[in-house]
């Protein structure tokens, strides 16, 4: 434990407008990533200087002050964080902190194969993993550049690391994909990994493409369309696909997100479903995010960011203030999101995930 955290004080936790304690931060550490999925990367990437994404000294101590205002568990996030140089280093110093609960990774796996053992090292409790399918073609339509054989061998790594539970991330596209819902429920459970559904998001207004690969060729469910015309495939539809196979019972674990979860048959396998679209779960939101530029997101389906980054600079430094800003911010918090309404300023972001942050 560090000096810096023995001696700072507990501060008034931050609870937003409508009641809810903040206690989850997603810390994105890079908007860079080896892969291009198509629902999370702008179709035309402008790369952010060097100068405008955060240290890893930044990146700390907006954390630290983060977990002394009543943050409890910390996701790291990108782009794909493991391509962020010395990423460890600030992972092991924010892991240290004795009011942090939880320290979790969210990864597209490829590096795992390098960095599993040092994660678990440095106070990792839980990694989630991107895998939209396990069909070689689509799979690379998905990502642009990956390769489902780099991904399989990220998942061996963190297990042989001793990740007790491993939990996969799918976003399933309108089409043939959906065929696939039921056949990376199995997976799942085959090798005793959880699975979490998410409905994709229309965050980027300028798309271009939105990564419905497979859609030809298969009649039957072909997903929903909000009011600005980006399909998704409802929770509720992927449901009702693995209601078709397997026997799922509700459960009232609580994992500090958004997942509503089911067990799979006589399985210990969790399935999660993600439904920002079209089963709001605001009421119980506890997260903000942080992107890499340091700007402060208090609702992912909203507009409004905070500029923290100056702040942090600011010569003299100026803690007050940085403080302030943060509170703030969450004192605008938002009861809820609306995607697909249109009057409203949540409607189709033109801000990509992998600036905002996964």
């Given at each position: 434990m560090s000096e810096a955290h023995r001696s700072v004080p507990a501060r008034t936790p931050l609870i937003d407008p409508y009641g809810r304690p903040i206690t989850y931060l997603r810390l994105s550490v890079t908007d860079r990533c080896n892969m291009r999925c198509a629902y999370c990367a702008s179709p035309t990437i402008t790369k952010t200087s060097s100068q405008q994404v955060l240290s890893l000294e930044e990146l700390e101590r907006l954390a630290t002050l983060l977990i002394e205002l009543g943050i409890r568990k910390i996701r790291i996030t990108g782009g794909e964080p493991l391509i962020?140089?010395?990423?460890?280093?600030?992972?092991?110093?924010?892991?240290?902190?004795?009011?942090?609960?939880?320290?979790?990774?969210?990864?597209?796996?490829?590096?795992?194969?390098?960095?599993?053992?040092?994660?678990?090292?440095?106070?990792?409790?839980?990694?989630?993993?991107?895998?939209?399918?396990?069909?070689?073609?689509?799979?690379?339509?998905?990502?642009?550049?990956?390769?489902?054989?780099?991904?399989?061998?990220?998942?061996?790594?963190?297990?042989?690391?001793?990740?007790?539970?491993?939990?996969?991330?799918?976003?399933?596209s309108p089409g043939a994909h959906e065929l696939e819902i039921p056949q990376l429920a199995a997976f799942a459970a085959e090798h005793g990994f959880d699975l979490?559904?998410?409905?994709?998001?229309?965050?980027?207004?300028?798309?271009?493409?939105?990564?419905?690969?497979?859609?030809?060729g298969h009649s039957g469910h072909s997903g929903h369309s909000g009011h600005n015309g980006d399909?998704?495939?409802?929770a509720q539809q992927i449901l009702q696909r693995l209601t078709e196979r397997f026997t799922l019972t509700p459960v009232a674990t609580d994992t500090g997100g958004p997942s509503r979860y089911y067990q799979l048959d006589n399985t210990a396998t969790l399935i999660g479903l993600i439904s920002p679209r079209s089963q709001h779960f605001c009421d119980r939101c506890n997260r903000v995010r942080i992107t890499a530029t340091g700007q402060l997101i208090p609702c992912l389906g909203s507009a409004a960011t905070s500029d923290?980054?100056?702040?942090?600079?600011?010569t003299p430094a100026m803690p007050q203030?940085?403080?302030?800003t943060i509170r703030t911010a969450i004192a605008r918090k938002p009861r809820g999101h609306a995607f697909d309404d249109p009057p409203s300023q949540c409607a189709a972001l033109p801000r990509p995930m992998h600036l905002t942050g996964g």
């Open positions: 962020r140089r010395n990423v460890i280093d600030l992972i092991s110093r924010i892991g240290t902190h004795p009011r942090l609960n939880e320290l979790a990774l969210t990864t597209n796996g490829t590096l795992l194969p390098r960095y599993a053992e040092a994660l678990r090292r440095a106070g990792v409790t839980r990694i989630n993993i991107s895998l939209d399918s396990l069909e070689e073609r689509r799979f690379l339509r998905r990502t642009g550049t990956g390769r489902l054989s780099q991904v399989l061998d990220g998942i061996a790594a963190a297990r042989a690391a001793g990740f007790e539970r491993i939990k996969l991330n799918a976003v399933i979490t559904f998410i409905e994709q998001m229309p965050i980027d207004r300028d798309r271009t493409h939105s990564g419905h690969s497979g859609h030809s399909p998704f495939v409802p923290l980054r100056a702040l942090l600079r600011a203030r940085l403080e302030k």
